[in-house]
């Protein structure tokens, strides 16, 4: 080995980077597919498993109900804003496309959360009324680009592990 180049990472680095992108995508999944159990185990009578699912979101939103879908009667866990950013952020781990790279992902974010603060900003004045559509892809449009550049990255970093130096 010479003095320029890295020395291999232990194997034990090839096993984790190796199931880094899986894992990040099944947790993509239950990321945006999670918020949507609590409501649909209540509609089919499992109201206390239900409920029970539903406390584990009391932290991450405010849930007032007028900023918040329903599913049937049930009222969604969270507010559409954070349902967007929760499907987003789910669906770019999940997909992991497009990623575009750095530039393109802060231009991306950049503009996205631009929007959204307008969206917010906005609705708070009270210049228009809770329209879901844009809370939904307001924080949707944040989130999705970050979860597709960490599924990306994690791809990358297993593909730059498999590629090995020459030993000397």
């Known amino acids: 080995m010479t003095s320029d180049t890295l020395p291999a990472p232990p194997a034990s680095s090839d ?3 190796r199931w880094l992108a ?9 990321l945006a597919l999670l918020p949507f159990l609590p409501p649909l185990l209540k509609l089919v009578g499992k109201e206390e498993l239900g ?3 539903d406390g584990w979101f009391e932290g991450f939103c405010h849930r007032i109900p007028e900023r918040s879908l329903s ?6 866990p969270l ?5 967007g ?6 669906l770019g781990l999940l997909i992991g496309r497009p990623y575009r790279g750095l530039r393109v992902l802060r231009i991306w974010v950049s503009l996205a959360a631009a929007f959204l603060f307008v969206e917010l900003t906005t609705q708070d004045l009270g210049w228009h009324p ?12 944040v989130a999705y680009p970050l979860g597709a ?4 990255l994690a791809s990358l970093l297993r593909t730059a592990s498999s590629v090995r130096p020459a030993e000397a």
């Open 15 to 17: 096993v984790a980077l």
């Open 22 to 30: 899986p894992l990040l995508r099944v947790v993509g999944a239950l």
């Open 51 to 53: 409920e029970r699912m």
């Open 71 to 76: 599913l049937g009667e049930e009222i969604m």
């Open 79 to 83: 507010c559409s804003r954070c349902l």
């Open 85 to 90: 950013l929760a499907a987003g952020g789910g």
């Open 130 to 141: 809770v329209f879901h559509p844009t809370r939904l892809l307001s924080g949707f449009l």
């Open 149 to 152: 550049a960490a599924t990306a």
